[in-house]
């Protein structure tokens, strides 16, 4: 029997206070769900989506920090969006925000002395202001023409003084405007895709267009061929499989490395191709994901798949192509 080692004081005491900051975190963010019951949220959403131009995200410090993050989501699903230093907006940055714009400006306490230029701003030009903010009372709040209310319960902090609680709390809210705007829009896979082309999140969501193979490289034949032919097709092309089509150009089956091993025979070079394909093969959309046909292969124990449109063969995918481009 393996008995675990008991943990020493400062591990113990370090387990506690995370245990704190997660119930003090976790408290916050329930209290979130009230502050958000009073039509803001709506309201709030509803002026970001009729919005001509884009969203102006401010805010200072850690403030501001969240604020970069709520920006950097919006404008990765679809809300054209970018972040404003509000110091730097005091010095000619106050150009980048138009009249058609909409800015949510952060301040847990709303009393940012760094906000006021662009409050001024917007109240100058009629720019429509969504204030974050646990204060009402505050500047922040009576500038904004929509309040998104901070709960007031203190930090996770022990000195009640580093911002803990207050900026989870502001993360969590700008994941609702993301998320919110992104379920208004109809945001989807595929939007998500252009707008993350690199990286793991690029791979995983590439195209089947991205990834086949076109043209000379399909290994492709009518559908009567010899087997003969059907054999130095396969080879040539080096895919592992031969593609059929009718007269009309439409795809009617497949022959794989699979097939040739398991009715190999003497005679097969006198077969006709029609006789030993696989007829009406599993195919997939240039569209679809590739992430998609990767699955598909692996629910079928294929390695090859046909893609068509309108039933005729426009490409082919390997599954080396889509593991050697980080599908999986």
């Given at each position: 029997?393996?008995?675990?080692?008991?943990?020493?004081?400062?591990?113990?005491?370090?387990?506690?206070?995370?245990?704190?900051?997660?119930?003090s975190?976790?408290?916050?963010?329930?209290?979130?769900?009230?502050?958000?019951?009073?039509?803001?949220?709506?309201?709030?959403?509803?002026?970001?989506?009729?919005?001509k131009?884009?969203?102006?995200?401010?805010?200072?410090?850690?403030?501001?920090?969240?604020?970069?993050?709520?920006?950097?989501?919006?404008?990765?699903?679809?809300?054209?969006?970018?972040?404003?230093?509000?110091?730097?907006?005091?010095?000619?940055?106050?150009?980048?925000?138009?009249?058609?714009?909409?800015?949510?400006?952060?301040?847990?306490?709303?009393?940012?002395?760094?906000?006021?230029?662009?409050?001024?701003y917007?109240?100058?030009?009629?720019?429509?202001?969504?204030s974050?903010?646990?204060?009402?009372?505050?500047?922040?709040?009576?500038?904004?023409?929509?309040?998104?209310?901070?709960?007031?319960?203190?930090?996770?902090?022990?000195?009640?003084?580093?911002?803990?609680s207050?900026?989870?709390?502001?993360?969590?809210?700008?994941?609702?405007?993301?998320?919110?705007?992104?379920?208004?829009?109809?945001?989807?896979?595929?939007?998500?895709?252009?707008?993350?082309?690199?990286?793991?999140?690029?791979?995983?969501?590439?195209?089947?267009?991205?990834?086949?193979?076109?043209?000379?490289?399909?290994?492709?034949?009518?559908?009567?061929?010899?087997?003969?032919?059907?054999?130095?097709?396969?080879?040539?092309?080096?895919?592992?499989c031969?593609?059929?089509?009718?007269?009309?150009?439409?795809?009617?089956g497949?022959?794989?490395?699979?097939?040739?091993?398991?009715?190999?025979?003497?005679?097969?070079?006198?077969?006709?191709?029609?006789?030993?394909?696989?007829?009406?093969?599993?195919?997939?959309?240039?569209?679809?994901?590739?992430?998609?046909?990767l699955?598909?292969?692996?629910?079928?124990?294929?390695?090859?798949l046909?893609?068509?449109?309108?039933?005729?063969?426009?490409?082919?995918?390997?599954?080396?192509?889509?593991?050697?481009?980080?599908?999986?």
């Amino acid at each position: 029997m393996i008995t675990m080692p008991e943990k020493t004081n400062t591990e113990q005491t370090d387990l506690a206070s995370a245990i704190r900051t997660i119930d003090s975190e976790t408290d916050t963010i329930n209290k979130l769900k009230e502050t958000l019951s009073d039509g803001s949220l709506t309201r709030a959403l509803d002026t970001m989506q009729k919005s001509k131009g884009r969203i102006i995200v401010t805010g200072m410090g850690k403030s501001g920090h969240i604020g970069k993050k709520i920006a950097a989501s919006l404008a990765s699903t679809g809300t054209p969006s970018f972040f404003v230093h509000p110091a730097e907006a005091s010095h000619g940055d106050l150009g980048m925000i138009t009249e058609d714009d909409v800015v949510i400006a952060i301040s847990n306490s709303g009393e940012s002395k760094e906000l006021i230029d662009i409050l001024n701003y917007c109240k100058r030009f009629g720019i429509t202001l969504i204030s974050i903010t646990k204060n009402p009372e505050s500047s922040l709040g009576k500038a904004g023409d929509i309040i998104l209310r901070l709960p007031n319960n203190g930090e996770a902090c022990p000195l009640g003084l580093a911002p803990t609680s207050s900026t989870t709390a502001t993360l969590v809210l700008g994941d609702i405007l993301t998320i919110g705007m992104i379920e208004r829009n109809g945001f989807s896979k595929s939007d998500f895709n252009d707008r993350h082309p690199g990286g793991k999140l690029g791979s995983i969501l590439q195209r089947v267009s991205d990834l086949m193979h076109t043209g000379e490289e399909m290994p492709l034949l009518e559908e009567h061929t010899n087997m003969q032919s059907a054999l130095l097709e396969m080879t040539s092309k080096r895919l592992g499989c031969v593609g059929f089509v009718n007269k009309n150009g439409e795809l009617t089956g497949i022959l794989t490395d699979g097939d040739l091993r398991r009715c190999l025979s003497p005679k097969i070079l006198d077969e006709q191709a029609f006789n030993l394909m696989t007829k009406n093969p599993k195919t997939i959309s240039k569209d679809a994901l590739a992430s998609e046909a990767l699955k598909i292969m692996h629910d079928k124990k294929i390695t090859n798949l046909f893609v068509v449109e309108n039933q005729k063969p426009v490409g082919v995918i390997h599954i080396h192509d889509l593991l050697n481009n980080g599908v999986a």
